[in-house]
């Protein structure tokens, strides 16, 4: 089963080029011989039926069905007679650029794997093949906005395609409590909350709801709600004057020296530091 948390986290940490979309129509005959890949690419099967074996596994292709291939991939393909196949298929690079505790870090496709790799079953078809549709139709078009929203759309479609996974792993009552549970909690974050609360919200065991909401959400629950409070900290920090004091009690911690602690851990920086660079004034704690 795959690790939504884990792939969300890996997402977000990569900016994305298209270099190829297309739509093809198989002939019967149609069959690839095993080679190496050499490109990143995304094959959302539309119609038909056939079968791939990546790396010496047989996959059984249909409608429904989507594969992410990576370079050093064998792949042999080969279209079914009766019913030749139709799919979808983007050809993309990427790099991984993301800030984490106000340092920016880089790396090269090489050297970052891509989440998503071999084929998953997809659910919701109809508003996939709709986002594909919608590349696709920009692919004759050229220009930084026409650039600009591939790129958007693309990230639209992963992102589809990972609700999707997630419909598929959870239960209607499930995704509901979970769903619950962060919406209590970004309302709420500045109160006092335990595990045992939320758990109990979600109808759950203390550690079936940690398990099930880190899987999900990429997160811990307490973890989560540190991070609100951060969030919600720095905003203040920036946009405010009020005292740090103040600003400790309103995200929901009464002694600011453990705030200030907490903030560091989170954000990388402390609160003084993080003013520093981000305003020209803060008010500081006694001492």
Known sequence: MIKLGEVLTKLNQLVFSINLVGYKQCEPTWYHDPRQQSFHSLWFIAKGKGDFIINGTSYPVESGKLFFFEPSMVCERKTDIEEPLEYYFIRFTYAS?????????FGEERDVSFPMSGMYNVQNSAHIINLLEQILHLRKRRGAIVAMKRKLLFWELLLMIIQDFRSQNLTGNTTNAIDRTVDY???????AITLENLAQMAGMSVSHYSRLFKKFIGYSPM???RHLRMDRA???????????KEISQSVGYQDEFFFSRTFKKV????PTEFAKKHKTKLTLPSK
């Open 97 to 105: 650029a993301f800030m984490e505790k106000e340092q920016w870090t």
């Open 185 to 191: 909690l970004t309302s709420h974050y500045q109160e």
């Open 223 to 225: 973890d989560y709600l």
């Open 234 to 244: 720095k905003e203040l920090i920036v946009f405010s004057d009020s005292r740090l």
């Open 267 to 270: 954000v990388g920086v402390s």
